[in-house]
């Protein structure tokens, strides 16, 4: 740990978040849990873009507040993302019954 | 921020994230990504963002847990319909590639030198609303308008889709109507 500064440690929470979100998106099935991990990673990725402002922040003027304001645009992506991945999975599960994305039928999405 | 509180909040994020992606329940994954939620949003507030943290609190918080637990509440879900569990194998896999992603990304964070907190500039106006908001409506007032068209979109695309679903089924009884089946 050495030269390790707070900073850094920010980063790393973040990238850790993110890489859990990856493992969920990987290693599930059930399609509400795959959009709940796609939150995490999202979450990660603003969670780094906050400390890279905040490192940023001894800059002249717009330096950091960038970051900020690409933090709030992903979290509005964000909420326009969620909302139409649960309405197709609505829309998938009254066609299959099934929220699993292995699922013989759900697969045709696919082609 | 103290080290120590990044820590004890990076634990307590990471932890709620592993407890999301391992619940088998998706209310309980749902609380646990709640808590995890509110752990980044206090680590924004100790990176002196206090408006992204009102907005993880509001947006993340708020709106996008209740569409969850607003779905998840509407399936009300049978065990047979989540699917069976993931086999050993593909979990294995998928904690390798994370463990994968996570080294590369710990290697590229290790590897970049000297960065710390200076704070020359750092009035108490930083991250708040107004000095925010003053940089949203001039430089990326663009972006802005963008991302309202994005939403408008989203709005409309979750129309359709939940239309089209409500229509087949309402020809679908319109088929099997009392009014057909007397008339055949």
Redesign the interface.
Known sequence: MNGLTTPDLVQMVAAALFSVGVFGVLSRRNLLIVLMSIELMLNGANLSLVGFSREMAHLPRGAAEGGQVMVLMAMAVAAAEVAIGLSILIALFRHVRSVDVDAPRATLLRN | ?P?LL??L??LL??GA??L??T?RN?VR??LC?LV??AG?GA??LG???P??AA??VL??GG??MV??TF??M??T?RE?????E?SDG??L???F???L??SV??FG??R?G?????????GEE??SAQ??ST??YT??VV??EL?TV??L???A??IV??R??HRT?LEQTKIAGPGEEAHS
């Open positions: 921020m080290t990044i820590i909040a990076g994020v990471v994230g592993l999301t992606v619940q998706p994954a749902a990504m995890a939620l980044v680590l924004m990176l002196r963002s408006f992204l907005m993880q947006l993340y709106a996008i569409l969850f779905v998840i509407l399936l879900l047979d319909e989540m699917g069976p993931p593909s979990k896999g998928a904690a590639m994370s463990l992603t996570l990304l710990w964070i290790s970049r000297g960065a710390s907190y200076e704070a020359p500039r750092l930083f991250g000095h925010f940089f949203l430089d990326y972006a802005f991302v994005l939403v979109a989203a709005v695309g979750v889709l939940g089209s679903a089924s």
